[in-house]
């Protein structure tokens, strides 16, 4: 079945400091993956996709993720982390029909000042 | 575009009780699902729908669960004899749909339940 890893439950970096948050799929075919970000008590916010072509992929507020099919791998990056940035993460990947999400168990950022 | 509006977005209820939680989706976004987030996990999925058609139902949604959006717009969530195990976030999202891969999820901020 498809699914998604992320193997940090929680991560702290500095303010400034550059992020990485992993996260590794497996699924038989090219994946469609996705970024959520979700502050507490609220919903999930969509920070990047990827469906095909570069795998370089840009999003909103500053995130990037790279897709590496070699790795299974799909990376989130962030080069200056700001402390609005302090929330938790979600890597997804759609599975099945009905492009169901189907989510990892999240990494907790803080960001220290 | 509004976004995906939950309602209530707190209940508190007894053992027990009957509890409905209503989700609007963006307009015009035909499909619509329910998930549920417990503390420290990702949200899983519970159901969704094509437009009024529920078309697929996880193995979660026990038979105390029932989901209906009879108008293809709004959806309603009820659980019948809450139990303890029931204290969640419940989360709605709503996308185009159409068959398109390339319409992720819209989600709203969840309706948290609390079971005592």
């Known amino acids: 079945a498809q699914s998604v890893t992320q193997p940090d439950i929680h991560i702290t970096v500095s303010e400034g400091a550059s992020l990485e948050l992993r996260c590794n799929y497996s699924?038989?075919?090219?994946?469609?993956l996705f970024w959520y970000v979700q502050s507490p008590g609220q919903g999930l916010q969509l920070l990047l996709k990827?469906?095909?072509?570069?795998?370089l992929v840009q999003g909103i507020k500053g995130f990037e993720a790279e897709f590496k099919r070699s790795q299974s791998s799909f990376n989130l990056r962030k080069p200056s982390v700001h402390w609005s940035d302090a929330a938790e993460y979600f890597c997804?990947?759609?599975?099945?029909?009905?492009?169901?999400?189907?989510f990892g168990t999240g990494t907790q950022l803080k960001v220290e000042l | 575009d509004t976004g995906v509006s939950q309602n209530p977005r707190h209940k508190i209820t007894k053992r027990g009780q009957n509890v409905t939680f209503r989700c609007d989706p963006i307009?015009?976004?035909?499909?619509l699902y329910w998930y549920r987030q417990t503390l420290g996990q990702g949200p899983e999925f519970l159901t969704y729908?094509?437009?009024?058609?529920?078309?697929?139902k996880s193995r979660l949604l026990s038979d105390r669960f029932s989901a209906e959006r009879p108008k293809g717009s709004f959806s309603t969530l009820e659980i019948q004899r809450t139990e303890q195990g029931d204290s969640a976030m419940y989360l709605c999202?709503?996308?185009?749909?159409?068959?398109?891969?390339?319409?992720?999820?819209?989600f709203g901020n969840g309706t948290r339940l609390t079971v005592t």
């Open positions: 999202a709503s996308s185009p749909g159409g068959g398109s891969v390339h319409s992720p999820l819209h």
């Open positions: 699924y038989g075919a090219t994946p469609y």
């Open positions: 990827y469906f095909s072509g570069d795998t």
């Open positions: 997804a990947v759609f599975t099945g029909g009905g492009n169901k999400l189907t």
């Open positions: 307009s015009e976004h035909n499909r």
């Open positions: 729908f094509q437009n009024e058609a529920q078309l697929e």
